[in-house]
């Protein structure tokens, strides 16, 4: 079974500073994707960012970007020029290819964003 | 596009009664899922519907928990004579492939007293 960890429950960040959340998974597949997802107080889950197991590169959107270290099972989110908008629940999930394709979560990381 | 629905927004349930929770999938996805999340236990999967095909029901916690999928699209959560660990927040996501992102709902906060 995988297992996702997310060893900071609370993190702060200033205003327009860059912040980054850990993430460490355990699994033996070899092929699977990796996903970081924001909670905000309205409840709805929102996709940030998601990588293949098989691309090398990092992938990035707009402010969001991760580094993904395949041999280290680490899969961190960086957020660059934090907005008061990103203060959130921020969790870290696992898909495994061609299984149910469900997600497995890890216990999130609360980032508050402060002005 | 409208995003994924769910209704009610909050329910709140007396010990050993049954419950109902909707969720209207994003049009024309294929792939629905179910997942609870709850102080205690985090984010969990529930079930997993994939177009025609029987559903995963791997995640359910007990016989009190079924769910079905009507024509492909609306789903429905039912969850019988509800106990106070039944209280939680039930989240429905859909996707447009089987390995594809998932869409989240606002979810349902349950709540058994």
């Known amino acids: 079974a995988q297992t996702v960890t997310q060893s900071q429950p609370e993190m702060s960040v200033q205003e327009a500073e860059t912040v980054t959340l850990s993430c460490t998974y355990d699994?033996?597949?070899?092929?699977?994707?990796l996903f970081w997802y924001k909670q905000p107080p309205s409840r709805q889950m929102i996709l940030v960012i998601r990588?293949?197991?098989?691309?090398?590169q990092n992938a990035t959107e707009n402010r969001f970007s991760v580094n993904f270290q395949k041999a280290a099972k680490s899969f961190s989110l960086k957020i660059s020029d934090s907005q008061l908008g990103d203060t959130a629940m921020y969790f870290c999930?696992?898909?495994?290819?061609?299984?149910?394709?469900?997600?497995?979560f890890g216990k999130g990381t609360l980032l508050t964003v402060n002005p | 596009g409208a995003g994924v629905s769910q209704s009610p927004s909050n329910k709140v349930t007396e010990k050993g009664k049954d419950v109902e929770l909707r969720c209207d999938p994003i049009?024309?996805?294929?792939?629905l899922y179910w997942y609870r999340q709850s102080l205690g236990q985090g984010l969990e999967f529930l079930i997993y519907?994939?177009?025609?095909?029987?559903?995963?029901k791997s995640g359910l916690p007990s016989d009190r928990f079924s769910a079905e999928r009507t024509g492909g699209s609306v789903s429905t959560l039912t969850i019988q004579r509800t106990q106070q660990e039944d209280s939680a927040v039930y989240l429905c996501?859909?996707?447009?492939?089987?390995?594809?992102?998932?869409?989240f709902g606002p979810g349902t906060r349950l709540t058994v007293l």
């Open positions: 699994t033996s597949e070899n092929n699977y994707y």
């Open positions: 049009s024309g996805h294929t792939a």
């Open positions: 519907f994939q177009g025609n095909s029987a559903p995963d």
């Open positions: 999930a696992f898909m495994k290819q061609r299984s149910n394709y469900k997600l497995t």
């Open positions: 990588q293949e197991a098989y691309k090398q």
């Open positions: 996501a859909s996707s447009s492939e089987r390995d594809g992102p998932q869409f």
